[in-house]
């Protein structure tokens, strides 16, 4: 018997002493185990990350209904922590600074001064730099309008025009 056969047997025969041992000193030594935990998980991960990719994906087109369910369940209880992670991946806005220019605008449309449910960030699609807070429909319209100073105003002109 060699002695990596030697000692995995007694690993074996030993093995509820070793895991006992081993629960006490991550008990007696918290700040190390996590620390130890992390480099396991991250090696792991790191080793065999086609294989989780494939379990997973594998087990979402086994189980698609229940899968998605728990989707929306997830987003729907963390609504507000996903809408922050869209705006500063969209505008590079925070939170914090979404929640000042909706003060700062009295929770007012920039535009049509309406009350603001659910505001838009309105912003420059060539610059992506965040110009202010709109309701859908101006938001909307401001797009449609292809952000040109020449349609809104030709838009006005029509407007004044047909004026009844």
């Known amino acids: 018997m060699t002695e990596k056969e030697r000692r995995h047997a007694w690993y074996l025969e030993n093995s509820e002493k070793v895991k006992e041992v081993a629960k006490q000193w991550a008990i007696n030594n918290p700040e190390r185990a996590k620390e130890l935990n992390k480099k396991k998980s991250k090696k792991y991960e790191l080793a065999n990350r086609e294989k989780r990719r494939l379990k997973s994906k594998l087990y979402y087109h086994e189980h ?33 600074q979404f929640e000042l220019m909706l003060a ?16 838009f960030v309105d912003h420059d699609h060539n610059t992506n730099k965040v110009r202010a807070l709109l309701c859908k429909a101006c938001n909307s319209f401001i797009g449609l309008a292809k952000e040109s100073k020449d349609i809104l ?4 002109q029509y407007l004044e025009k047909h004026k009844e």
């Open 64 to 96: 698609k209904e229940k899968s998605k369910e728990a989707t929306r369940r997830h987003y729907l209880e963390h609504k507000d922590r996903h809408q922050g992670y869209s705006r500063k991946r969209l505008y590079g806005i925070t939170k914090e």
């Open 104 to 119: 700062s605008q009295d929770h007012k449309c920039s535009i049509c001064k309406i009350f603001l449910d659910k505001p």
């Open 153 to 156: 105003l030709s838009a006005i």
